[in-house]
């Protein structure tokens, strides 16, 4: 009887684990939509929304950005460099553990500045987000660039 008991906790047990990967899954890929959607409607309010009063940006070759009103500020100068710009990105592993999760990815960028030059980057980049008072939003956001592409 004994081993039955312990077969059904370990089966409650692992699907208790793969029940909160979905869920994870999919709170991270409702935070990636909305902040895409904020960011191809050039909604600075709304990106900023996204990120704690205290998150940090660290993006690629550039200075930390820290707090939220410093990083709508960032991506009030990325939009006004290139008013057109479109993004995607794809989760390749999310993890959770309690109130925070992580999502590791890759993303696809395309620009037009304002002198019409295109810009085409192809990156990696590591969010880690909290959840506080019931909401999910980005406390640290890190990325990269593999490969970049600019018309002259």
Known sequence: MSRF?????????LSTMVHGADDAKSIVAKMNEAWL??????????????????AVLM?????PVQGRQAIRNFF????????KHSMTVKSLRVEASGSVL??????????I????????????????MKQAD??????IEIWNVRRSEESK
């Open 113 to 128: 500045d304002t002198e019409g030059k295109p810009l085409h980057l192809t990156g990696n980049y590591n969010t880690i």
């Open 59 to 63: 993006p690629a070759g550039r200075e």
């Open 76 to 83: 009030a100068e990325d939009i006004k460099d290139f008013p």
């Open 37 to 54: 959607a904020a960011y191809k409607a050039s909604d600075l309010d709304g990106l900023a929304a996204r990120y704690t009063e205290d």
């Open 102 to 111: 992580v999502d590791s990815g890759e993303y696809i960028y395309d620009g």
């Open 5 to 13: 008991l312990a077969k059904c906790f370990a089966i409650i047990v």
């Open 134 to 139: 019931g909401k999910w939003h980005t406390a």
